[in-house]
């Protein structure tokens, strides 16, 4: 009984995000890696279908959006101490204390694992005086990652990142399913900021890199043969799994008879260019002469005109002006005196907006321009002490604290204010 509940989690598939701050990309795929080992954890609630103990990292919307999904999950309470006097409320008591444990041991592992991907630090708001981060529920602990480190504008930033991260090159060395998961997660980030990529968009990422192997041009032709409704993701991924394993394991003679027939066609095709090409080429050569000799006709009808000799100049002025500017503006790009560096403005996958704390966890610089301040958690945060959710101590909390009269309460990154 103890061995079915207390599953061992396993941290290495959780990544952890060293040194950076979270960042929405980073804090949707922790949730995604939990998610999935939470998954194998029994849950008594015939409502989380086969996703297990999962729904407790999902807020309610995403988790009706689960396969199979229709309902939300209330998660169990304390059942208490057993008070009644028969053996039909007994057992209905063990059930219940059953799942409520299995609930807490969820729940733990869970924070364990948000903890292995993220810092201690990142958490400063919730530690009681010791240090310690108790009583959060795993949504709470996201919530508050979101809160405290995902601006609104950051959620446009990581869109365009992860559309960066759908046309990404495949690599031949790497088996494809490297480049469909990750091309997937992608999918899977950008459909949880609302931004839904389909089946299409995928395949049409997929054939652009596919194409560019000519060993796979065949498969991409074959490919293209299919119907519409045969054209699925999931159709395109074993498609060239199995095209690419051939290549592999194939040097004989059926590939090469394919790739041969492919040749032939395109030298075929090449041919018919080539006779259109002849064509157009006879009619333009007709045109050009008769065009020469209007021109012979006018030029003998008319008086020589003035000498070009002055536009000519004119002309070279010009040129050598622009040529002059062009290399300018060239040196000052290559020369590289701003910020941005080689990647053209683009924000890498992973990074973030924030400048990074002092080691000590303490920030160096101010996030937010307001003057918000809590009693509870301190300064430079987006709540103030009215409103804060973090309170650890009711009786202490003042909501009346604010930044000028913090009447003895937090005094986190009050150095920053000015
Ligand atoms: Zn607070």
Redo the contacts with the bound molecule.
């Keep these: 009984m103890l061995n079915e509940t207390e599953e061992a989690i396993d941290l290495t598939d959780i990544t952890r995000n060293n040194d950076s701050q979270p960042t929405l990309i980073s804090i949707t795929q922790a949730r995604r890696e939990i998610s999935r080992q939470l998954q194998t954890r029994v849950c008594a609630d015939p409502q989380t279908q086969d996703h297990g103990h999962s729904y407790i990292v999902w807020n309610n919307s995403d988790w009706l959006k689960k396969k199979g999904v229709s309902s939300q999950i209330i998660p169990p309470t304390n059942p208490g101490i057993y008070g009644g006097n028969t053996h039909q409320l007994l057992e209905i008591h063990k059930t219940a204390n059953m799942a409520w444990r299995r609930y807490k041991l969820a729940q733990a592992a869970t924070k364990k694992m948000i903890m292995h991907a993220f810092k201690d630090y990142h958490f400063l708001?919730l530690q009681d005086d010791n240090g310690d981060i108790v009583g959060y529920t795993a949504i709470e602990l996201f919530d508050h990652l979101m809160d405290q480190y995902v601006q609104p504008e950051d959620v446009a930033d990581q869109v365009t990142a992860l559309h960066k991260v759908l046309e990404q090159e495949y690599d031949p060395t790497e088996a494809p399913q490297v480049y469909y998961k990750a091309v997937q997660d992608a999918r899977n980030a950008l459909d949880s900021l609302n931004q839904t990529v389909d089946d299409e968009t995928l395949i049409r990422h997929g054939l652009n890199q596919f194409k560019e192997h000519i060993d796979l041009k065949l498969d991409v032709r074959s490919w293209k043969l299919l119907s519409r409704a045969e054209k699925t993701w999931k159709r395109f991924k074993t498609h060239f799994i199995k095209a690419i394993n051939d290549n592999k394991n194939d040097t004989g003679t059926l590939k090469a008879i394919g790739m041969a027939n492919a040749v032939k066609h395109q030298i075929e095709q090449g041919k018919e260019n080539h006779e259109v090409l002849a064509q157009a080429s006879f009619e333009a050569r007709e045109k050009i002469s008769t065009l020469e000799r209007n021109y012979t006709a006018l030029m003998a009808a008319k008086q020589p005109p003035p000498p070009p000799q002055e536009t000519a100049d004119d002309r070279l002025n010009q040129i050598k002006v622009l040529t002059e500017r062009l290399n300018l503006l060239e040196s000052n790009k290559s020369g590289g005196g701003g910020s941005g560096g080689r990647n053209g403005g683009y924000r890498s996958l992973g990074s973030n907006s924030f400048p990074k704390n002092n080691k000590d966890g303490t920030r160096a610089c101010r996030r937010w321009s307001n003057d918000e301040y809590?009693?509870?958690?301190g300064f430079d945060?987006k709540?103030?002490?009215m409103t804060?959710?973090?309170?650890k101590d009711e009786a202490a909390h003042k909501k009346e604290a604010t930044a000028t009269n913090t009447m003895g309460g937090s005094t986190r990154n009050l150095h920053l204010r000015v």
Excluded at 374 to 377: A, E, G, H, L
């Design positions: 708001e809590c009693w509870t958690c945060i709540h103030n002490s804060c959710k973090y309170i």
